[in-house]
């Protein structure tokens, strides 16, 4: 498989993990030392543990079969890959309806011992003004 | 300079020109495809037109001397480039008082040609819960 494709499948196993709330698999693919930016708070979430801790908090938001890709880009080159996404999660605070929120996705990732490792996300929606 | 100085060099000019409010500058090295997710809306911005215009909305709100890098990482490959950094701008809406304003920003490179251009922005702040 070459890099595009390995990217592709790393990310579509993340986000199915994610809806299957297995964090083992969430984690499976990240660099200890992470950089999350997530949609809330806060500005910024160091490692691997402060990135699990965003999970705890998403988990209360999202039905946990609703985190699908709508849309995504990938540059891979041999050692560095990045990929945008338009994504969509949904509030389960409202069990009967079905209220999708759409966010952006960026995710950074290197090469580590031959693997592909996700040292960077970025999620968000525009901002309310 | 190796990749990663070229890519460094070319964001530190790039907020340069923002703060100079040097369009020219600004879109210098930015592909006609990219893809810009900002921090207000709308939720993207595809190619170099919609691009140009999020910064006739941002002039609106930044005072030009501030747009500044406050820390910044880079990864890159030989033809695929990545950043994230956090960034402050101020609000120019009281000019008597500094009001700053701290933001994400991550940047997806790729080369062209020889020369590294950004085919890929994502600005934005935590959401308001």
Redesign the interface.
Known sequence: MNNHDQIKQLITNWAAAVRKKDMVKILAHHSPDI?M????????SVGIEAYRKTWDIFFKYTKPDVFDILEI?I????????A?A?MQCADKSNSSDYVPL?F?L?I?L?KMDGQWVI??E?H??????
Chains 1, 2 share one sequence.
Do not use: I, L, W
């Not at 930016?37 to 910024?44: G, K």
């Not at 540059?75 to 990045?82: I, R």
């Not at 968000?124 to 003004?129: E, G, L, Q, R, Y």
């Open positions: 950089v930016y997530d949609v809330p708070e806060p500005f910024e880009r540059f891979a080159d041999e050692q560095v890959g990045f945008f338009k759409d952006r960026t950074g290197k040292v960077h970025h968000s929606v525009p901002a309310v003004s």
